[in-house]
Nanobody
Framework: QVQLVESGGGLVQAGGSLRLSCAASGSIFSINAIGWYRQAPGKQRELVAGITSGGSINYANSVKGRFTISRDNAKNTVYLQMNNLKPEDTAVYYC?????????WGQGTQVTVSS
């Protein structure tokens, strides 16, 4: 199994920036991909950004040009740099590790963007 520790959430004004971190431990060599998801109250959990073990990256259309996912293999950490934040970005953000066919989830971190 993989354990994920998230950090970096908080309160920010619209137009501000945050960087989320996801540090992985455990069976890290078996991870196929890491994804950042978010879920707002009353809404479905959605994929924000993902990166595969081979380096392929994808983003949700709503965050393209504003968010950047990256990884530091030496630290076993994946980052989500969030710029030009908007109130609609307010959600609990979760880190997910795919160890096919299994999914491991972090506990989530709250991101709140004020108008």
């Amino acid at each position: 199994q993989v354990q994920l520790v998230e950090s970096g959430g908080g309160l920010v004004q619209a137009g501000g920036s945050l960087r989320l971190s996801c540090a992985a431990s455990g069976s890290i060599f078996s991870i196929n991909a890491i994804g950042w998801y978010r879920q707002a109250p009353g809404k479905q959990r959605e994929l924000v950004a993902g990166i595969t073990s081979g380096g392929s990256i994808n983003y949700a259309n709503s965050v393209k040009g504003r968010f950047t996912i990256s990884r530091d293999n030496a630290k076993n950490t994946v980052y989500l740099q969030m710029n030009n934040l908007k109130p609609e970005d307010t959600a609990v953000y979760y880190c997910n590790a795919l160890r096919w066919p299994f999914w491991d989830w972090g506990q989530g971190t709250q991101v709140t963007v004020s108008s």
